[in-house]
């Protein structure tokens, strides 16, 4: 299809970003039946499944708005398969511009690769414009020099050109956006004033139609890399006919989707109860998946009457909520991560101004948690874990306890439920 | 608080009923229910006033769940009263008297924020929790902390959690240990970060595989070049080496033949024709000479012949012609006088003859008479069986008359019922022998049998159990006994094990003491109270100073022994376990006992009632088998001795029937009659057999001349057709009519030789006139000759004459014959002599065109002409074929470019050339193959940028470290819970140690009525305080308790908790649940005592179903015991 926008024809534009190719799922525990294979590449097949559509429906333009690699990603073989997927789309004239967001401005894959001539990639050091005139298209941006660019780089983009259909391609957090670093701040006013008919945004990893007069749009990454990225991930298809966008529409790209489930528990709550919330969610989750693998996160909270049962055999629960999810989901939900974060429904003030054992123990806690020598001694007990693990992992907020006296603190509360509920004898029949 | 009324509104089996409790202090509330009464019921109740119905309850069975209400009027500590009631709802179930929704803190606030499981902790005691605390203090060994805990919690087993937390905790990681799962993940996790470090791959590693390929392939070009230019000169060399000799070859030839000069060139076969030519002129002049000689000698034969004979006919001819005529003279000559003589003979045979018969009408003659013959022959054959059949039929019918006919079926059924009688003879004696032995063995079996005082037929009348049943007692018997062996086992060993374990520590303390954590707590806390008073008072400094350096040498040893002190540690966990699994092990000896006892006793009640006294289940098992058998027997007997005696009846029956039968005496035997029988039956049977016969013979005779009849009716008819059809025939014959057959027939051969006879004189008269006319032929044959011979016979014989003429007629054939061939001879020479004349002439012809052609001036210089002309040839040839070799070998290109190519080069520089050559290329081939391989590694190292795992051991050390973040998390909280737990069981010794003990001591005495007399804290083997009880002025720890003891023990510090609670903070209810069960009546009154005292502080319930504690309480407590009866 040779469609020209000047002539009053239609162009098919695909505008992605922050594809961070061959960067890992980040978060998924591994237990037996982990389906591995589904999981590894993910980000691999869902850009080959944007250029299967963008071959399919015969688009003639693709834009990738920065991030297309992982910063600390450096192995030079990624870069050689997203060539292969460039070469594939030149085979099927889709033509590709883009540029360097912050996490790949300093990609040593970028610097060296040798991209087919259908890819462009806009300068770092100012403002560049690709004029594709058989489409009538002008695509203007700046990538990223550094890392950190904290300018507002979209001010020195060249005014619209007139006949043309103008898109900026940005790499930014725009006004800022909550979870992402404040890099080349603008703001939409300073966007409408280029005149351009699209800004094709990147950087904010959350599908975002900021405005639609111009459409300033963030597709939103391409395939969820963690928790925090759950529901669908793709791209945003936009057809130009007579120098306008006509249609816009965001197409899911991942091949696994993340979803974050949390079951709030309520008193009168019992296991069994938990249990069918739980399979309750995981069917609403499956429901909307689209045939993807899900890759899940459940968060059981709340202070139900089953607290103390849980927290006696808290292996067997877990494995009973695991045994659920498999029941609704099968191979197409993985329950990654489980959190028992259930609370004591006692009042353990309560409780601690009473006698006895639990009291004192409640009395110890509290002292633990405002003496911090005494704390000093629990740490010890714990440095040849801490010698064993790697930095990083202790950096994470579950073992943050092991160097931080403050995460210490919280997590002696969290023992304090636990201890409570463990001593208390068996309930009998609920 | 207090409870001051439970409302059971609608709950369970009651509807409105108000259980009223004391409102003063120091009175125990006894709640009595009997069996079905709702003591249960009520302590549900009371549990579901205070914290809300279950989910579930079994309490909705008369009141459906909607309706169920529990209600109470409940004293604040404050003293205000507050009157609520619980619904069964998920939300809003407290209400108060006007059901008005009252906020669930309330209730909270009265229970000082406890909640179901915790109340049941800290104010409730059952039995089972008795008992269970009671054994939580003799597993923790008696260590004070861990008791004093345990007492404060009902049943929790603090010291267990913080044993389970640790070994949680340490299923998951271990400092030391390699295979616990978090030391896994961790190797996982480094082990996938590296190989995603190794995978990875850099631009300046693919650039490298790419300029290797580019460096590779213009190093592989450039010699691929440099082979082909040596691939050329290897080809130059090679052709040289082709070339050099043939060029030589040729040089010489060309030589050679130009010495030759100008040579005229003959044809090939010039030298063969030549002497061809030469031979046969030689030839042809001896041939002509030896055919002159031939003619002469020819000429000479020809003139010993004589004149030739002239003869009319030829002489084989005529001789032919003679000899053929005399010889068939001679024939018919020889014939002659037998033909005559038996002319004479046929004329006499014609002369008595007669007419002549035609062979038609002898043959119709014969026919006719013949069949005259037969049909009389028949008539007279069937008339003679006529009457031979009529004799028969006479003879048959006088046999039927003669044959009886006597009844024999009565006989025969009266037999067949004696022989059946006779056939079971047989079976009736082995039947009574059979009873015989069977009864014979069941009564020596049931001598043998014992434990039954009756007779064998009582025996066998009596029901006795099922063997199943008796089976599975005996197997319930055998699990219990393999129970008890089992465990007595387990004893043996767990008693082994602690000898060794003894050992081990007695071992290890043989090296001196052996430090423990408490023990450096416990310095570090006596230095750090040192040096707080050093503080205080600056003498205390060297105290202070000894203390510090106390705690440091303990500390010191503990990280010095730590192998002796963590093998200590294990020594006396592995006791503590031992002794408590060997406890368990007792318990299950003594339950199998009580087990085994109960079996054998259901087992034995059995057989009580077929009056039995019955043995353990295996042998009366046995016992019920050999009865079973000794019944078997019996019955079986008592069969066959019936059997038998039927048998017997039968056979007198039978034998009575018989000699009815036979009308013979009914005193002789079965057998004898039998015979008699069969005999008369074999008569009878002959006898119907021949009349049989007889009227078989009589029917056959009248059928056959009914036949036969027939027969003769019809052979007469035919018979005389037959005769007027022969007499018609000899009339036509010219015969009598009156002749039979035979004379008919002698007739007609008469007539038949006759007519043989004349034919024979026909052919003798037709023989003779053939001889004559042979004579006449000779004679003709032998006068011709003659004439032509010129010869007469005169009278001599005809033959004779012809034998004269054969003889001269051969000699004229002889001569003319021998002239004949020598005119042939003649003829042959002279077409001979005509050829060999025409050969001299061609060979003379051909002589000189070679003459000719080789220019020389005679035949005899042909033959060197010839030579010089071959030579010639031969060497046009050969420098020909050196030619065409050079050609190909010198690849195409011309002789002069060859020769002025190759020049005067040495063949032997060639070779030394062309080998320099062949060393050259294949080190240019050697590079080559180098390059084309390092080009095929840069190739497959890029390859490995396509394939590239770092991404995938990226994704996997990305699950694995989640993994083990999860798992070190774990860790880190079941470490610091089991941790804090310790430290805070340890804590609370030491702060309540002395006042809780001092109270659970005195109670402790009061309980054991003064068989204790105080509880002591004592340091235990590792110097850990631990519990001991005095008794006698002699401790002795909790493990030397019974358990009966140990309940009190437990009950003291439990009640002693309490009362310090109570003391400090608002008490909640105390509800005692049957916790007197095992204690005896002065006992049970004892702790009532205590209970009282007690409840002067805390509002106790003691719910029971035993009537007789409500009696012990009434009794011992009078006005301070309130019981409330159940009734429903």
Known sequence: MVAYAALGGTVLVVHASDIHLDSPMIGLERYEGCPVDALRGATRRALVKLCDTALEEHAELLLIAGDLYDGAWKDYATGLFFVGQMRRLREGGVRVVFLRGNHDAESQITKHLTLPDNVKQLPTDRAGTVVLEDLGVAIHGRGFPTREVFTDIAKDYPTALGSLFNIGLLHTALGGREGHEPYAPTTTEVLKQKGYDYWALGHVHRREVVSRGPFIVYPGNLQGRSVKETGSRGATFLQVAGGRVTELEHRAMDVVRWADLTIEADGDDTIDDLLAKTRGAAERTLAGSEGRLIAARLTIRGRPRAHAKIRKAEDAFVAEVRAVALDVGGDDLWLGDLRVETASPLDLDALRTQEGPIAHLLRGLEGLRNDADSRRSLKEALSELRAKLPDDLVREPELACLDDDEALREVLVEIEESLVARLAPDAGDE | MRLLELQLLAYGPFEGQVIELSRERGVVDVVFGGNEAGKSTSLRALEALFFGMEQTTADAHRHPYGDLRVGGKIEAADGSVLELVRRKARKASLRDASDAVVDEAVMKRLLSGVDRELFRALWGLDHVRLRDGARAIFAGKGGVGETLFEAGLAGAGASRLAQTLQEEAESIWSPRATTRPLAEALRSLAENRRLARRDGTTFEGYKEQVDGIEGAKREKETLEIELRTLDEERRRLDRALRVLRPLRERAALVLERASLGEVPILPIDSTRERQAASAALSESAATLAEIDAKLGALATREVALGPARTLELDPADAIDALSAARGSVRTHRDKADALRVEKAQLAAAIDGGGDDLSDERARRLITAVKRAATARAALVDATAALREAEATRAVAARRVEAASDAPTAPLEQARLEALRAIERREAGRAAKNRARLARSRAEAAFMSLGLFEGTLDELAARRAPAEEEVSED??????????????????????????????????????????????????????????????????????????????????????????????????????????????????????????????????????????????????????????????????????????????????????????????????????????????????????????????????????????????????????????????????????????????????????????????????????????????????????????????????????????????????????????????????????????????????????????????????????????????????????????????????GASLEALELEVGRVDEEAVLREREELEERREDVTRRRDEAFHREVASRMGLDRFEESNAADHAARAEIV????????????????????????????????????????????????????????????????????????????????????????????????TIERHAKHADPLPLVLDDVLVHFDDERSGTALELFAEIARTVQVLLFTHHERVAEIARDRLGARAHVVALDR
């Not at chain 2, 004379?743 to 051969?749: F, I, K, Q, S």
């Not at chain 2, 035949?859 to 050609?887: G, M, Q």
């Not at chain 2, 737990?981 to 003990?997: G, I």
């Open chain 2, 961 to 1056: 470290r989640a993994r083990a973040r999860s798992l070190a998390a774990r860790y880190v909280r079941l470490r610091l819970s089991s941790l804090v737990l310790e430290r805070e069981m340890e804590t609370y010794r030491r702060a309540f140690q002395d006042p809780l003990l001092s109270r659970a001591s005195e109670l402790f005495a009061t309980l054991t009525r003064g068989t204790f007399e105080a509880l002591v804290v004592r340091l235990d083997d590792k110097d850990r305080p631990e519990l001991a009880c005095v008794r006698s002025g002699r401790e002795i720890g909790v493990e030397g308790l019974s358990d009966g003891t140990r309940d009190q023990l437990y009950l003291a510090l439990r009640l002693a």
């Open chain 2, 474 to 891: 005996s197997r319930r018997v055998e699990r219990c006994e393999e129970e008890i062996r089992l465990a007595e086992r387990e004893l043996d060993r767990a008693r082994t094990k602690l000898e060794d374990l003894d050992r081990e520590e007695r071992a290890l303390l043989a090296e001196g003491d052996v430090p423990t954590e408490a023990d450096l707590v416990s310095m570090r806390a006596h230095r750090d109270a040192a040096i707080a008073a050093a503080f205080e008072a600056p003498s205390e400094r060297r105290a202070a100073l000894a203390s510090v350096a106390a705690a440091d040498a303990c500390g010191d040893r503990l990280r010095r022994e730590s192998s002796r002190v963590s093998r200590f540690a294990i020594v006396l966990a592995e006791r503590e376990a031992v002794e408590q699994a060997r406890s368990q092990t007792s318990r299950r000896v003594d339950a199998a006992r009580l087990a085994l006892g109960a079996a054998l006793s259901t087992a034995a009640a059995r057989f009580t009632s077929m009056g039995v006294r019955a043995l353990e289940p295996s042998s009366m098992r046995d016992w019920l088998r050999r009865r079973a058998a000794i019944v078997s027997d019996a019955t079986s007997a008592a069969a066959d001795e019936a059997a038998a005696d039927g048998i017997e009846e039968s056979e007198r029956v039978a034998r009575e029937r018989l000699a009815r039968a036979l009308d013979a005496s009914p005193g002789a035997t079965l057998d004898a009659l039998l015979e008699r029988t069969d005999a008369a039956i074999s008569r009878a049977a002959s006898a119907a057999r021949e009349r049989d016969r007889a009227k078989e013979a009589l029917s056959d005779a009248e059928l056959a001349i009914a036949r036969l009849s027939s027969v003769v009716a019809s052979r007469t008819v035919d018979e005389d057709a037959a005769a007027r059809a022969s007499a018609r025939e000899l009339s036509d014959a010219g015969l009598a009519t009156t002749l039979d057959e035979e004379a008919t027939l002698g007739v007609v051969d008469d007539r038949r030789r006759a007519r043989t006879a004349r034919a024979a004189l026909a052919r003798i008269d037709a023989e003779l006139a053939l001889a004559k006319e042979a004579e006449h032929r000779l004679e003709s044959i032998v006068a011709r000759l003659e004439a032509s011979l010129g010869t007469h016979g005169g009278e001599d014989d005809l033959l004779l004459r012809a034998e004269r003429l054969g003889f001269e007629l051969r000699r004229a054939r002889e001569r003319n014959d021998a002239a004949r061939a020598i005119d042939g001879e003649r003829g042959d020479l002279v077409r001979r002599r005509d050829d060999a004349i025409a050969t001299q002439a061609k060979a003379r012809a051909t002589l000189d065109e070679h003459v000719s052609r080789a220019g020389v001036s005679a035949v005899s210089a042909l033959e060197e002409a010839e030579r010089r002309s071959e030579r010639a040839r031969d060497l046009a040839l050969r420098i020909a074929e050196v030619e065409s070799t050079l050609h190909a070998a010198g690849d």
